[in-house]
């Protein structure tokens, strides 16, 4: 199941405000649907994170948005992986828990920590290759300067970068305002988004580090992550058929061809870890109803057809028992 956190879509949200993109233009005028969830650290479709990255691209002028984008996300809104974080030991027992927590975060980006005798680099790519290039270097950047300023308010207010690296093009950006975010400007233009950190303070205790809490969170944060783990298989599934239903009818049999297992292997493995392919299939369709439905140029039909259904009464049907009431195209 691919995935990003609801905080970084509505950092997108509230930094399109910023430039006076009004949240109900956004819905209205655009159609797309932002949702309403109490928890910021719940996961949302990287696809609807997308669709909203790709209208900021458009409609703002500013190539330096993607800094005011991670001025919107709270280091807070992870739940227990924020906790576990703002709890380490040293800047550099922070990037390197936040590397090895990212993946459970967010699944669309990867982090890798490079260290050497003289540096630390923390080089963030995009998983997501599906997603066009300009977007990828838009939302790593905006990745690495979210966990720098988290960095800064883990009590080095004056930390600056040795070197950045942005696979984004030179558009004229402001570099005093980058100087100002990262203490140094970056090289636009690279052939990766790496973040250069001197060693000089990186392994200096910091306030928070090593109480009970810390350890209290730890072991929160490997049971989650054993949670996740376990139901690899049906995070798997889920991405493939979200990707893969729009494009063909999809069976069980084809499914579960594609992870090389017999149908009679692939059920038993899915209920080994508490579900079943129809029970996905279900949630894949549902989520990408949801995303086409707001969509005014597109007709039940067509949602319809693009979830995997023969007709738009059957859809209707399956739609209405998900959620209680019948769906409405845009």
Known sequence: MKYTTYSGFQAIVRAMEHYGIERDAITTKHGIHIPEIADSGQHISPKLTEQLLRLAVN?????????????????STFGEFSIGLLTSSSLR??????????????TTQKLRLVQSPDEVILISHFAEKSISED?????????????FR???????PDYSALKIELTSKF???NSERYREFFGVVPEFGSTRN???LPLAGIDDHLANGGSEIAVEYEIRIAAKISEIEQSSLPLRVHAFLVKELPQQILSKEIVASHFAMSPKTFQNRLGEAGTSYQQLLDQARRELAELYLPFPDITLAEVADLVGYSDA?????????WTGHVPRAG
């Open 59 to 75: 409609e703002i002028d500013d190539p330096a948005f993607p800094l005011k984008v991670a001025e919107y996300i709270s280091p």
């Open 93 to 106: 027992n922070f990037l390197l828990r936040f590397a090895k927590y990212y993946p459970y975060i967010a």
């Open 135 to 147: 977007l990828r270097s838009v939302w790593t950047e905006v990745t690495l300067a979210f966990v």
């Open 150 to 156: 988290f960095m800064r308010l883990m009590g080095r």
């Open 171 to 173: 558009r004229g950006q």
């Open 194 to 196: 790496a973040m250069h």
């Open 313 to 321: 009464s059957n859809f209707c049907r399956a739609y209405k028992r």
